[in-house]
C-alpha cells in the first residue's frame, strides 16, 4: 500500500495520539507474571504490541479486550508461564522480541522466537549475552545474535551487574525482567539513561527497583496486580507537532501525550530549534501527560547529540524533516544506533529526504543538514520503516507538489490512527491510502 501525500499550507485542532507503545508492551508483560489481575486502558491497539498479547496467551497467559484499549490481564504469576506450543513470532517488534527474552530467561522452559525479515536481522546478542551471564541457554542464528532464537531459562538466573555498551531500554529492561527471579540483586549500568517506563512500571506493580544516575539495581520478588493507565505516545505526537510546525498557518495540539524526561527529549530538541512546543494540563502520575501545541515557526539549526540521543532516539527521523526546513547546520551524532533500528534509518533518510531536494551528509553515527531546502514531492520509499513512512508523509505535506510514499502498511505497528488525525488536523484529505 502506498500513501498519496498533497501539501497542505494549513493544520489545525486538537487531536488525541494512541497509547505509547512501550509502556503498552509493558503492561501486558507485567501484567502477566504478576500474582492477580490487572486492568489496562488506553494500551495500544497496533501490531506490535497485539504481538506481546499473542506472546503470553501463547504461554497460557489469560487476556480479555473488553473494549477498546482496555484489557484485562489475569497473571500467571512468576512460576505459572507455560511453554508455548509453537514459535512465538514477534513480527516487526524489537520490544517484544528483547522484553521477553528477559522474561524467559528466567522460565525452565524452551521458548523459539521470530520475527520479519526487518526483526531478523536486528541485533539480539546485547540481550543473549547478559542473559546467558545469568544462566539462561540460547541458541539462535549469527552465533546466537539474529532470530530465530531458542531460549531455555534458568529457574533461578544468577544476580548480575553488567555495564551494557549502548544505552538501550530493551536491554536494561531484559535484564530486569530476568532479576525477578534471580539469585541476588541484577544491577544495569548504562553509558546514559534511557527511557525508565520498566523501572516505573515495576515500583507500580510492586517491584523493588532502585535508580542511581545512570545505574539501575533490582531486588528479586514477586510482583502484583496493578491498573495501568497508558498515556498517549509522544514518538506518535511527534509526527503531528512537526507538521504542525513546518506549515504557514494553524495550530496542532495533541492531548494526554506522556512526558517523561527521558522520553521527550523532541521537546527539548525542538525547543532548541526555535520551535516553542506549548506543554498544558499537566497529570503527573508515575508516567506524567500533557496536552502539547505546536505553532508554525521558522526554525533554526540545532545539534543533537550525547545523553540527548537516547531521550529521542525513535523521534530522530521527524527531526530530521524539521532541520531540513531549519535555517543553519544540523548536526545529529553518537546516534549510530539508528542503523540498526527497523531499517537503517541514517541511510534511509539520506536517501529518501535526497530524492525531496534535501541535503543529508551521511556520518557513521548520525547525519549532518544543511537548511534551508525547498523540498519537492517525489516518489519515496519507506522500506517498510513505520517511523520513515510518517516521517517522509510530513515531509511531503510541506513540500511543493505531491509525494507517494511506497510500502507504507507498516505505519499499522506503531499508529494505525496517522491518516485519520492527520486528515482531521488538513480538515481534507491531504493522505490518501492507494492499494
Ligand atoms: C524501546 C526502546 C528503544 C526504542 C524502541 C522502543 C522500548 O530501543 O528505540 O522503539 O520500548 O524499550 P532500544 O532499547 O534499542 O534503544
Not at 486538537?14 to 508483560?29: C, E, Q, T
Not at 552465533?143 to 544468577?158: D, E, K, V, W, Y
Not at 525482567?177 to 539513561?193: C, H, N, R
Given at each position: ?164 555498551p549502548v544505552a538501550s531500554a ?21 553509558p546514559a539513561?534511557s527511557r ?39 514518538s ?29 527529549g523532541v521537546?527539548a530538541a ?32 540545532a545539534t543533537v547529540a550525547g545523553a540527548l540521543v537516547p531521550r529521542l532516539i525513535d523521534e530522530i527521523p521527524v527531526l530530521a524533516?524539521?532541520a ?6 544540523t548536526e545529529v551524532r553518537d546516534a549510530a544506533e539508528l542503523r540498526v533500528k527497523e531499517s537503517d534509518r541514517i541511510a534511509a533518510l539520506a ?9 543529508v551528509e551521511e556520518r557513521p553515527d548520525g547525519f549532518v543538514i ?15 520503516d513505520?517511523r520513515l513512512?510518517?516521517a ?44
Amino acid at each position: 500500500m502506498n500513501l498519496r501525500v498533497r501539501p497542505v499550507s494549513r493544520l489545525s485542532g486538537r487531536v488525541r495520539v494512541p497509547g505509547d507503545k512501550s509502556i503498552s508492551h509493558r503492561a501486558v508483560l507485567l501484567g502477566a507474571i504478576a500474582l492477580g489481575t490487572t486492568e489496562i486502558r488506553g494500551l495500544l491497539e497496533a501490531e506490535d504490541c497485539l504481538r506481546t498479547v499473542t506472546a503470553v496467551q501463547a504461554m497460557g497467559v489469560d487476556v480479555t479486550r473488553k473494549a477498546s484499549g482496555e484489557y484485562r490481564v489475569i497473571g500467571a504469576g512468576r512460576h505459572g508461564l507455560e511453554e508455548p506450543a509453537d514459535v512465538i513470532d514477534c513480527g516487526n517488534s524489537g520490544t517484544t522480541a528483547r522484553l521477553l527474552l528477559g522474561v524467559l530467561a528466567g522460565q525452565p522452559f524452551t521458548t523459539i522466537l521470530t520475527g520479519d525479515d526487518s526483526l531478523r536481522r536486528r541485533p539480539m546478542g546485547r540481550v543473549a549475552e547478559p542473559l546467558a551471564r545469568m544462566g539462561a541457554t540460547l541458541l539462535g542464528r549469527g552465533n546466537g545474535t539474529r532470530l530465530p532464537l531458542a531460549i531455555r531459562g534458568a529457574a533461578r538466573p544468577r544476580s548480575l551487574t553488567y555495564e551494557t555498551p549502548v544505552a538501550s531500554a530493551q536491554v536494561k529492561s531484559a535484564i530486569l525482567l530476568a532479576g525477578l527471579g534471580a539469585d541476588g540483586p541484577v544491577t544495569v549500568v548504562e553509558p546514559a539513561t534511557s527511557r525508565d517506563h520498566s523501572e516505573r512500571m515495576l515500583r507500580r506493580f510492586g517491584g523493588d527497583v532502585r535508580a542511581a544516575g545512570s545505574a539501575v539495581t533490582l531486588v528479586p520478588g514477586e510482583l502484583e496486580a496493578a491498573s495501568v493507565d497508558v498515556p498517549g505516545d509522544i514518538s506518535s505526537a511527534a509526527f503531528l507537532l512537526v507538521a504542525g510546525t513546518l506549515v504557514r498557518e494553524g495550530g496542532v495540539t495533541v492531548e494526554g501525550v506522556g512526558v517523561n524526561p527521558t522520553r521527550s527529549g523532541v521537546l527539548a530538541a525542538l525547543g532548541a530549534m526555535h520551535a516553542g512546543i506549548a506543554v498544558a494540563d499537566l497529570v503527573e502520575t508515575d508516567e506524567p501527560s500533557a496536552s502539547l501545541t505546536a505553532t508554525p515557526a521558522t526554525l533554526g539549526a540545532a545539534t543533537v547529540a550525547g545523553a540527548l540521543v537516547p531521550r529521542l532516539i525513535d523521534e530522530i527521523p521527524v527531526l530530521a524533516v524539521a532541520a531540513v526546513l531549519a535555517h543553519g547546520r544540523t548536526e545529529v551524532r553518537d546516534a549510530a544506533e539508528l542503523r540498526v533500528k527497523e531499517s537503517d534509518r541514517i541511510a534511509a533518510l539520506a536517501r529518501e529526504l535526497g530524492k525531496m531536494g534535501a541535503r543529508v551528509e551521511e556520518r557513521p553515527d548520525g547525519f549532518v543538514i544543511e537548511g534551508p531546502a525547498r523540498l519537492r514531492g517525489a516518489r519515496v520509499a519507506s522500506g517498510g520503516d513505520h517511523r520513515l513512512a510518517m516521517a517522509l508523509a510530513v515531509a511531503g505535506l510541506v513540500a511543493d507538489g505531491e509525494t507517494v510514499v511506497e510500502d507504507v502498511a507498516c505505519i499499522r505497528t506503531s499508529f494505525p490512527s496517522f491518516v485519520a488525525c492527520v486528515n482531521a488536523l488538513a480538515d481534507g484529505d491531504a493522505l490518501a491510502e492507494e492499494p
